[in-house]
């Protein structure tokens, strides 16, 4: 069956510098992928995103790179921030009629001062 | 700030009891998907409604239902609650086929 997850549960970073969080999925059948990130004690928030016809996409100091041939997914957070301290997920879906989105396990990401 | 808003923000109830979650999509969304998440883990996919329609089901058992309104809020109730349904319940509200953006959830604590 399908799964999303990712590579590190845990990553420590110092502020400033900067941070990659990886994500594998194994359903080829996959084409939309959201990068979220979640707060104690909140609701997932929408990072970035990226559809399965782009190998890369840019937001405001996020970058998502997207490996089609190894089924293999990462976010970069530039000048990593002591707000970045949270959970992040990689999701994924197959663009079906529901557009269910599948989950990883998450990667818990603490910024050192 | 989503404009997706869950009530209540916290519940207690005891085996055997039903529960009903509510969920408030952001102006323009018409599709509400929920999703359970489980202590330290990834959401898991419930259910998604639009248009007043189920949309697709994730792998859980009928006593999980729900409802979508003419407004696009919706509602999640569980039958028969077990102690493994203490979660975090998220909705989340999109147009259809696009992003999702979640509420900030309702923590459910069965006893």
């Known amino acids: 069956g399908e799964s999303v997850g990712l590579h590190l549960p845990t990553l420590s970073v110092q502020e400033g510098d900067n941070s990659i969080i990886n994500c594998a999925y194994s359903n080829s059948a996959s084409d939309y992928f959201i990068w979220y990130k979640q707060e104690s004690g909140k609701g997932p928030q929408f990072i970035i995103d990226?559809?399965?016809?782009?190998d890369k996409r840019q937001g405001q100091r996020v970058t998502v790179l997207l490996n089609k041939t190894v089924k293999h997914l990462s976010l970069q957070i530039a000048a990593t921030q002591p707000g970045d301290s949270a959970v992040y997920f990689c999701?994924?879906?197959?663009?079906?009629?529901?557009?269910?989105?599948?989950f990883g396990a998450g990667t818990t990401v603490t910024v050192r001062a | 700030e989503t404009g997706v808003t869950q009530s209540p923000t916290h519940l207690i109830k005891t085996r055997g009891q039903q529960v009903t979650l509510r969920c408030s999509s952001q102006s323009g969304h018409n599709t509400v998907s929920w999703y359970q998440q489980a202590l330290g883990q990834g959401p898991q996919f419930i259910f998604q409604y639009y248009r007043e329609e189920e949309n697709g089901r994730g792998n859980f058992p009928p006593r999980f239902s729900g409802l979508q309104f003419p407004n696009y809020s919706s509602e999640l109730n569980v039958n028969a609650l077990e102690l493994d349904d203490s979660a975090l319940y998220l909705c989340?509200?999109?147009?259809?086929?696009?992003?999702?953006?979640f509420g900030p959830g309702t923590r459910l604590l069965v006893l």
């Open positions: 999701a994924e879906s197959t663009g079906s009629n529901d557009y269910k989105l599948s």
């Open positions: 990226i559809r399965s016809n782009m």
């Open positions: 989340a509200s999109s147009p259809q086929g696009e992003t999702q953006y």
